[in-house]
């Protein structure tokens, strides 16, 4: 194996690990609601200023982080993106030892600019890599059931920090898991450096100039299915977060759950969903998409009713 494709081979295994940061840390922010409300004194709906941080994050860093990813390439971007995350993950284990909820909603805050770039770089990056068609391809699936086993392992793991009492959660338990996120980024940083990232997508003058002419005369905003796509990923990222998070201080609060049971039962939440996504992919191919989401959407706002209206016993 030549030199290149060792490095080409390290720059994968990172892209693994960076799909891995993506889910942990997003679902860290809104696993710590149990932790800030407790120490912090915050209500339920303060605790999830975390998650609402780190998702605000990717509406100022989108269209700038598309910017960039086209004029500096996948090896500068994550680069950035991985020590934005080193930056955020860092402040918010420091914000228990400064004991302000401030620092902790700005940590996650900045923690959500590295997600977003990462989310824009490594899907196509994992495709570069691979050499695109069905081997790049491959390589993304195995990259989404990183990123699910990471949305499963971060409430558990935080759960099983804070043990069995809600009452004395406080920010000092999460720290082995956020300074693990930050030697992960860390390593990460230090591999893609010394690696030979292929950069055949990087934006050159003539381009740039060509793609204004097109699109002073059609913007994105022209296509309705666009413009409603991005209204419906608005609604079920909300739905997708809100309903573990919420779960998760709900079941920790409870007498006979605690915070160890209840991160088990909402990584299992997470989980579910990677078994889902396989599924789809099996359906996907007999199955249209129209049936597909009308048939699960109803299902699931059935089990909704059911869990929202049916007897605690």
């Not at 959660?169 to 690696?195: R, T």
């Not at 359906?283 to 009713?305: H, N």
């Amino acid at each position: 194996m030549g030199e290149k494709q060792k490095t080409n081979v390290a720059a994968i295994v990172v892209m693994f690990l960076l799909f891995f940061m993506i889910a942990f840390v997003t679902i860290f922010a809104g696993s710590m609601g149990v932790i800030v409300k407790n120490q912090f004194g915050a209500s339920n709906a303060m605790a999830q200023l975390g998650t609402l941080a780190n998702f605000i994050a990717y509406a100022c860093m989108g269209i700038p982080a598309g910017i960039i990813l086209r004029r500096k390439g996948y090896k500068f971007t994550s680069l950035l993106a991985v020590t934005i995350g080193f930056v955020g993950v860092g402040v918010q284990w420091w914000s228990g030892y400064a004991q302000s909820f401030g620092v902790y909603v700005l940590g996650a805050f900045i923690a959500g600019f590295s997600m977003c770039l990462l989310n824009i770089v490594v899907n196509p990056m994992l495709n570069t890599l691979g050499g695109g068609g069905n081997k790049g391809n491959q390589l993304i699936q195995f990259g989404g059931s990183c990123n699910s086993i990471g949305g499963t392992l971060a409430p558990i793991i935080l759960g099983y920090l804070i043990g069995g009492n809600m009452q004395t959660a406080s920010v000092s338990d999460a720290a082995p898991a956020m300074l693990a996120a930050m030697i992960i980024f860390a390593i990460a940083f230090i591999i893609v450096a010394f690696s030979h990232i292929p950069e055949p997508h990087i934006e050159t003058a003539e381009q740039r100039a060509a793609r204004q002419q097109v699109k002073d005369k059609i913007g994105p905003m022209s296509f309705r299915h666009f413009v409603m796509g991005a209204i419906a990923i608005f609604f079920y990222v909300g739905v997708e977060v809100g309903i573990p998070n919420t779960a998760n201080m709900y079941m920790s609060g409870l007498e006979n759950v605690g915070p160890a049971v209840a991160g088990t039962i909402v990584g299992f939440y997470w989980l579910c969903m990677m078994f889902g996504r396989l599924m789809g992919g099996v359906v996907g191919g007999k199955v249209s998409s129209k049936a597909m989401l009308a048939t699960v959407s109803s299902l699931a706002i059935i089990m909704l009713l059911c869990v929202m209206f049916f007897p605690e016993t």
